[in-house]
């Protein structure tokens, strides 16, 4: 990570100093697109759960001003005359831009994180190398002239850069997080064919309408993203709210005092984040969290309450019967089928249930027992309960991922299982 944020302030300082020194070279050109990276970071959302995870369709917050930087880098013509900036003055003029926008955003208190400012850096100077150098030369021109060749070429820059950024916020998520490498680029590559895609076809096209009808085409040509980055925010925001649904129904096993306070989102949160661990992808991650946040919903059905809400300690066919009633008050409330099936097995033996029912039964398992302080153990004492499950009722795999994520929030020191 520091490496990551060490590369991008080099470049930063490199870039800054040489564009103070030798002045700004055609700087209406750099003002425009220095505005339109600032109108599109004072336009960035940022809608983070309550983990301050970035659902896959908004991980570029501000998308217009990473379109603007992009065409920036890969502008070459401005209404038919060649331009001469070079990659340094691309740098300056993107990190001052971008600093300018975000200020509003600083001072409110919600201002982005140092890690995505260092990956627009890196990713801007990355297409930038590729291209500049090759344009002002001639050689670019040589080898693919400017007809649908250079078209394609741009496309094929754009396709390395988003690969270069999901890599890099990959890399930086993983490191600051734990969590596996190869699920988190799989995730940042899904979210590249969103708004993504959006993104590199903008900067293609604004660069080359800049080059054609000059800088009046900075305005014309984001209308469609603009209008793009809206309806993703509007299905965002649906999400949220249908989140929010989930979150407020599960609440009633508490408010009717099945369930201690805090119960099934302390089992959704600790369930994503084994999910994660365990490398579920984004959509098999959403599920999850709805399905343990419904877990206990069948307990609405008894006369007389679980004590503490406790079904982890229940006998065998009590917890089926419930966990039956769960999934079919779920398939009521109109949840994804999914969410339904893992609520209604999650008192199966493990060998029989899906993945995301293993993550849900030993998470609860685990909150019932050290959660609210009925293993007089602790919650050291309360997972070595669990690994003593591992015969049939939790899997092995799920209850280590749990020892990791809990290892890792410092709620528990990890005991080694030795092999076999």
């Known amino acids: 990570m520091w490496s990551v944020r060490g590369a991008a302030a080099v470049l930063t300082a490199a870039g800054l100093g040489h564009t103070l020194w030798s002045g700004i070279t055609e700087p209406a050109i750099a003002l425009a697109f220095g505005a339109l990276?600032?109108?599109?970071?004072?336009?960035?959302?940022?809608?983070?759960?309550?983990?301050?995870?970035?659902?896959?369709?908004?991980?570029?917050?501000?998308?217009?001003?990473?379109?603007?930087?992009?065409?920036?880098?890969?502008?070459?013509?401005?209404?038919?005359?060649?331009?001469?900036?070079?990659?340094?003055?691309?740098?300056?003029v993107v990190v001052a831009a971008a600093l300018v926008g975000i200020v509003p955003h600083v001072a409110r208190g919600r201002g982005p994180a140092l890690d995505h400012v260092a990956r627009r850096v890196l990713t801007v100077a990355f297409a930038a190398v590729c291209f500049q150098p090759l344009y002002n030369s001639g050689q670019l021109g040589h080898w693919?002239?400017?007809?649908?060749?250079?078209?394609?070429?741009?496309?094929?820059?754009?396709?390395?850069?988003?690969?270069?950024?999901?890599?890099?916020?990959?890399?930086?998520?993983?490191?600051?997080?734990?969590?596996?490498?190869?699920?988190?680029?799989?995730?940042?590559?899904?979210?590249?064919?969103?708004?993504?895609?959006?993104?590199?076809?903008?900067?293609?096209?604004?660069?080359?309408?800049v080059a054609v009808a000059g800088l009046w085409a900075l305005p014309v040509f984001s209308v469609p993203l603009l209008l793009t980055q809206m309806s993703f925010h509007r299905i965002t925001a649906i999400r949220t709210t249908y989140r929010q649904t989930i979150t407020s129904l599960a609440r009633a096993t508490e408010i009717a005092g099945y369930t201690p306070p805090g119960h099934s989102r302390r089992v959704a949160a600790l369930s994503c984040a084994v999910g994660r661990d365990l490398g579920l992808s984004e959509r098999e991650l959403t599920v999850l969290e709805y399905a343990a946040l419904m877990h206990d919903i069948g307990q609405l059905s008894l006369i007389d309450p679980v004590p503490a809400g406790a079904t982890a300690e229940l006998p065998a066919a009590e917890a089926r019967r419930i966990a039956e009633l769960g999934g079919e008050v779920a398939r009521q409330t109109g949840v994804p089928p999914e969410v339904a099936v893992i609520v209604e097995r999650q008192a199966d033996p493990y060998r029989e249930q899906p993945v995301a029912a293993r993550i849900v039964r030993a998470v609860n398992a685990y909150d019932d027992l050290a959660g609210a302080g009925r293993h007089p153990g602790g919650s050291l004492a309360a997972l070595e309960r669990l690994r003593l499950g591992t015969g049939h009722d939790y899997q092995p795999e799920v209850v280590e991922s749990l020892a990791r994520v809990l290892a890792r929030g410092g709620r528990v020191r990890v005991v080694p299982v030795p092999p076999g």
């Open 37 to 92: 990276i600032t109108v599109g970071e004072l336009a960035r959302r940022d809608h983070r759960d309550a983990a301050g995870h970035l659902p896959a369709e908004d991980r570029q917050p501000a998308p217009l001003g990473s379109a603007g930087a992009l065409a920036y880098a890969l502008l070459g013509q401005n209404a038919g005359h060649p331009t001469h900036h070079g990659v340094l003055q691309i740098v300056a």
């Open 144 to 209: 693919v002239g400017q007809g649908p060749y250079l078209v394609l070429f741009l496309l094929l820059l754009l396709g390395l850069t988003a690969l270069c950024d999901a890599v890099l916020a990959a890399a930086l998520a993983g490191a600051r997080t734990g969590w596996p490498y190869g699920p988190l680029l799989r995730d940042e590559l899904r979210a590249q064919l969103g708004i993504g895609a959006a993104i590199c076809a903008t900067g293609v096209v604004m660069a080359l309408g």
